[in-house]
């Protein structure tokens, strides 16, 4: 009878460590994938490191799951890879320093551009009500004459 409860001891034990291993797998999958998504591959310029197929970016990210397997969090795992391969790696840049630009300026450039946009609308309808009033133009004797005389010899000359 001891046997038995020793080995259903163990069996118990060997399940719950896999489940523990199928666990911890899936969550550095899952956090490995995060990873290869939100930054930019210092190998191919303009994608993300889950789309760059270059053999250094295959190494790369193995090294990256090895790191959240050994126990680093994403977190660790990113700011390791921006010391050691620059900023620009970022897909989104910090709200600090030099990159607060980037959430301002288009946030600004749009402010600016529809200030313009209505500002051009309102002098041109007000340019538009002035050309555009109920006054007509009247013109005097001579004028008409010489207008008269001027189609006239138009007329003539097809």
């Given at each position: 009878m001891?046997?038995f409860a020793?080995r259903?001891f163990?069996?118990v034990?060997?399940?719950?460590a896999?489940?523990?291993?199928a666990?911890?797998?899936?969550a550095?999958?899952?956090e490995?994938r ?6 930019l591959s ?13 053999p250094q970016?295959?190494?790369?990210r ?9 126990g680093?969090t994403p977190n660790?795992?990113?700011?390791e ?8 790696l970022r897909?989104?840049p ?5 990159g607060l630009?980037?959430?301002?300026v288009?946030g600004l450039?749009?402010?600016?551009g529809?200030?313009v946009?209505l500002?051009?609308v309102r002098?041109t ?5 002035a050309?555009?009033g109920?006054?007509?133009?009247r013109?005097?004797?001579e004028a008409n004459d ?9 007329e003539?000359t097809?």
């Amino acid at each position: 009878m001891a046997k038995f409860a020793c080995r259903s001891f163990l069996l118990v034990q060997c399940l719950l460590a896999t489940s523990v291993v199928a666990q911890t797998d899936e969550a550095v999958s899952r956090e490995a994938r995060e990873i290869f998504e939100t930054v930019l591959s210092p190998y191919c310029p303009g994608r993300t490191i889950s789309n760059c197929p270059s053999p250094q970016a295959d190494l790369l990210r193995a090294s990256i799951r090895r790191q959240l397997a050994a126990g680093e969090t994403p977190n660790e795992v990113k700011e390791e890879l921006y010391a050691v391969y620059g900023e620009e790696l970022r897909t989104v840049p910090r709200a600090t320093g030099f990159g607060l630009l980037a959430w301002i300026v288009p946030g600004l450039a749009f402010v600016v551009g529809g200030w313009v946009i209505l500002t051009w609308v309102r002098r041109t309808r007000t340019l538009q009500s002035a050309t555009s009033g109920s006054e007509s133009i009247r013109l005097d004797a001579e004028a008409n004459d010489r207008i008269a005389a001027e189609m006239a010899e138009l007329e003539q000359t097809l």
